[in-house]
C-alpha cells in the first residue's frame, strides 16, 4: 500500500511502513517542549530560590518550556503512543549518558556531545 504525504512544498510517495515511521518521527515535534518542560520542573524543586542559580544556557533551553501548556497537554494526550516510543528512546540515551558519567567515561561522553554537536550544526543550514 501506498500513501502520498506534503510536506512543504515537496511531495513524497511512500510505503505504508515509511509513513509509520514518518508519524512516528514527528512524535519528537514535542518531545523538546516535553524535555524542556520537565528540566524546568527537576531544578525548580531544588530548594529555595533555583532560578537565581541557573546561567544564561538555561533560559534559552528553557524558553520552549514558556509554550501554552493547553495545546502541549492536547498533542502529548493525542499522539501519546508515539510520544511514548519516543520518551523511551531519550530514557535510553540518558541511562547511556548516566553510565558514562558514573564511569568517567570521557571517550563516550565526547562521542555523545560531539554526535550532537554534528546534529546540531546540520541544522543551521537547513532552510
Do not use: Y
Amino acid at each position: 500500500m501506498s500513501c502520498m504525504i506534503l510536506e512543504g512544498a515537496r511531495l513524497f510517495g511512500e510505503d505504508a511502513r515509511s509513513a509509520e515511521a514518518r508519524r512516528d518521527r514527528r512524535a519528537h515535534q514535542p518531545l523538546p517542549h516535553v524535555v524542556a518542560a520537565t528540566v524546568v520542573n527537576v531544578v525548580c524543586n531544588d530548594g529555595a530560590h533555583p532560578l537565581n542559580f541557573v546561567g544564561p544556557g538555561f533560559k534559552d533551553f528553557s524558553r520552549i518550556a514558556g509554550g501554552p501548556f493547553e495545546m502541549w497537554t492536547e498533542i502529548c494526550l493525542e499522539n501519546r503512543e508515539e510520544i511514548g516510543r519516543a520518551l523511551d528512546q531519550l530514557i535510553e540515551e540518558l541511562a547511556k549518558v548516566r553510565a558514562a558519567v558514573e564511569n568517567s567515561d570521557a571517550v563516550e561522553l565526547r562521542t555523545m556531545l560531539k554526535r550532537a554537536k554534528h546534529f546540531r550544526d546540520e541544522l543551521r543550514f537547513q532552510t
